[in-house]
């Protein structure tokens, strides 16, 4: 059974949101921007509806994975389906495990599993990207916020570890933006990618 609980997390998150709502007004977000399939990228084709609406749907597989791993075999089952929904939105299946980076979804994942954390966490999402104009070091500050809030919160440490861990992936899926922000070519929120 768990292994089905990995199969739907992991499906979950693989669904490449970003690609298939630009595809919808004739867009390839791989060929827009970054390339990338997030929210970010998607907000570059000026279409603020569907960044929005990409960021709520990536993060809304991220809890559902939670909620039915909860619900099948209880709160080792949801870490568990969070986390294949991560992987499946990084590495999904459909795109030659060539997938996102992860932000919306780690938020999703944390709002699930620790609703007070979660917002915190997109708190410091909005307010990293506002006060830097960086989106990406916005996300990078949520996504250690999200480990760290949950275990001052509630102190589940399996939960805070296992976030860890995601973070420090979604940091690696962050690699190029960090290399861009020591060189100070990385595009700010509002300005074309470099």
């Known amino acids: ?8 997390g992991y499906l979950l998150g693989s669904i490449p949101f970003g690609l298939l709502l630009t595809r919808m007004i004739g867009i390839d977000i791989r060929a827009v921007g970054s390339g990338n399939i997030g929210t970010t990228n ?3 084709t000026g279409n603020k509806g569907l960044a929005a609406a990409t960021l709520l749907l990536d993060a809304g597989k991220g809890a559902a994975a939670v909620v039915i791993g909860r619900h099948l075999g209880g709160e080792l089952w949801a870490i568990v389906a969070g986390t294949a ?6 590495f999904p299946i459909w795109l030659k495990f060539r997938g996102g980076k992860g932000v919306a979804t780690i938020l999703g994942i944390t709002l699930a599993a620790a609703p007070l954390a979660g917002v915190i966490a997109l708190a410091t999402w909005l307010g990293g990207a ?18 760290a809030c949950v275990w001052a919160l509630t102190g589940n440490s399996a939960w805070a570890v296992h976030l860890a861990a995601l973070a420090a ?18 595009s700010r929120i509002g300005q074309k990618s470099t």
């Not at 059974?1 to 739907?8: H, S």
């Not at 929904?85 to 990084?90: E, I, K, R, T």
């Not at 962050?174 to 922000?181: E, F, V």
Request: proline letters at 2%.
């Open 85 to 90: 929904a991560f992987v499946g939105h990084c």
């Open 1 to 8: 059974m768990i292994w089905t609980v990995i199969a739907i």
């Open 130 to 147: 506002l006060a830097t104009r960086y989106s990406s070091v916005g996300g990078m500050l949520a996504a250690l916020a999200c480990p």
């Open 42 to 44: 998607v907000l570059r």
């Open 169 to 186: 992936l979604l940091l690696f899926q962050h690699r190029d933006n960090i290399a861009r922000l020591r060189a100070g070519t990385e």
